[in-house]
């Protein structure tokens, strides 16, 4: 018999209400098995160890006290409250005999420029190539895509997310299944751009060469790719000889670099999953952890100097227009983030969402949660880290599942993701983190609020102004009529394009998928397509397109984005949630190269219809 006032003290759901207002009761062995995961023995969580308060709010301290500023400033006293002006960061609250406690003064609101109206393109960077990438899309194509689009007038490019994936094969695809959201995926690195390419020309022409070849396939090949790439890096790293610069980033980085480029060497060391290697290698600060560093320092460096690498390049791009980095929800539970922080995340459960209108069967993530208290407990030093790379090189942030700091879809292992249910998180202390990381970097904040969203997430996410994503295909009022602090498109890379909607190739690859899709839904989503936009039943699909894009033109949001697959007429969308091996999510490449889309005619004429609509509402 479960415990209610447990389970609700631990934040654990034991029924909810679903995306069509039904309320779901939650299976005891569901709520059984996500209390196991958080090792909940006690009637309520540890004690927080932060204190995440308001600029100029009160905190009342008893008894005697000293408090160590960011700067280093010390303030003591006996009992009351601190300093009602204390700066905006991150400071140390040390009492006689007990933990030190993280106070936290945040300005409650994001980054958001009153008169921002601008627009841009939404890219999947992997599927962006050209003439001179090595098979996948690099960050020089980037740069490149984002001065050509800033001449056109866009003010933004929204970029999927570059965390990075396991050093070893095979390389996953999905960028939403991160080994690490702290550092950036070398898969993106431009090798020619490297310190020392040029010198070492002679030796990476052959390498050049058979990885251009990899282009000829709108198949992302990325096992081909990295192992080309990796080759070349290596023979770049042996030339080297040290940077001032890579020192700095390396100091800057500190720990968590460190622990990061640890674990890339392990795994190249151990096959298969952290947890299947040696038990004293299952942490990062065991003995025999340390024993590794002492003989493999000059392997750890490398992977140090990638990361550095990729540093530099995704700030070359960044100085060509603001980037907007999506964050991802979680990250891979045989990666790096998992393995420095397994006390955590809790292991035995997976995150994922329920059944809603276009998922009927529900969604398994396969990613690991942040369990919430464990998380608390360590002062959120893991949230902040990533937080804070999201938002480098960056002028903002799209935060994938963004009800995420409110409440995570859990499932145990071994149950169907129809039967999982809600763990609620503190989304105050969340949200005040994130508003100060974006007041820090000059960053604006966009929430993906789609799918199953409480009423009043929206509410919370508005006042701390973090912008609202919307979406023609399931907003039932035209564009007109969306908020103002929002960004809006059509669609994105979990839904279909709008020519594989209006063909009927995106519902024909989900029959042959046996993905049981809502062909009464997207019959009617497509009639609703040819209603708004006046279209004719049988209009051709780039009519379809630029009638769409007209529509969404109308929108009053800050923030209007536009996806190149929709401007090149493509039929497939980058992903089919609940497919893997079944078909190649996340590695179809765009159909035209960088050089081809600065000319395309139907690329260039979504752009001047949404750049006219910013000129208009400037």
Known sequence: MIDAERAEAWGVELRYEDAGGTWRQVPEATVGGVLAAMGADQPRPPPSRAWVVLAGEAVHVDGAWELTLEDGTVLDGTGGSLAPDLPLGYHVLRRPGEPAIRVVVSPGRCHLPDDLRTWGWAVQLYALRSRDSWGIGDLADLRRLAGWSRSAGAGMTLVNPLHTAAVVPPVEASPYFASSRCFSNPIYLRVEDVPGAVDARLDLIALSARAKALSGSRRIDRDAVWALKLSALERLWERFRGDSGFDRYCDEQGPALAGFATFCALSEQHQGPWTSWPVGLRG?????????????????????????????????????????????????????????????????????????????????????????????????????????????????????????????????????????????YPWQDL????????????????????????????????????????????????????????????????????????????????????????????????????????????????????????????????????????????????????????????????????????????????????????????
């Open 284 to 424: 990062p600060d065991s003995p025999e952890v340390l024993a590794f560093v002492d003989e493999h320092r000059g392997r750890i460096r490398f992977h140090q100097w990638l990361q550095w690498l990729v540093d530099l390049q995704l700030q070359a791009a960044s100085a060509e227009i603001d980037l907007v980095r999506d964050l991802a929800v979680g990250v891979d539970p045989a990666g790096a983030d998992a393995w420095l922080w397994s006390d955590l995340f809790a292991l035995g459960v997976r995150v994922g969402a329920p059944p809603d209108e276009f998922n009927t069967q529900g969604q398994d993530w396969g990613l690991p949660p942040f369990d919430p208290w464990r998380l608390r407990a360590s002062a959120y030093e893991p949230y902040i880290r990533v937080v804070r790379a999201a938002l480098r090189h960056a002028g903002g942030s799209r935060i994938d599942h963004v009800m995420g700091l409110f409440r995570l879809f859990w499932i145990p292992d071994g149950v169907d993701p129809r039967e999982g249910t809600y763990v609620r």
């Open 431 to 618: 949200l005040r983190i994130l508003a100060l990381e974006s007041h820090r970097a000059g960053a604006l904040v966009v929430g993906e609020d789609l799918g199953t969203v409480e009423p009043r997430v929206r509410e919370e996410l508005a006042r701390a102004r973090v912008l609202s994503y919307r979406l023609l295909w399931f907003e039932d009022e035209p564009p007109s009529a969306f908020p103002v602090d929002a960004l809006a498109a059509v669609t994105t890379h979990d839904l279909p394009t709008i020519a594989g909607l209006w063909t009927g190739a995106d519902l024909d690859e989900l029959r042959a998928l046996d993905q049981a899709p809502n062909e009464e839904s997207t019959r009617a989503l497509r009639e609703r397509l040819r209603s708004i936009t006046g279209v004719a039943a049988d209009a051709p699909a780039d009519a379809v397109v630029s009638a769409a894009y007209a529509l969404l033109a109308q929108a009053p949001s800050r923030i209007l984005t536009a996806t190149l697959d929709d401007a090149l007429g493509v039929v497939e969308r980058p992903n089919i949630p609940g497919t893997r091996g079944e078909r190649p999510n996340w590695s179809i490449g765009l159909p035209a190269l960088v050089e081809e889309i600065e000319v395309d005619e139907r690329v260039a004429r979504i752009a001047a219809t949404l750049d006219a609509s910013r000129a208009a509402v400037g």
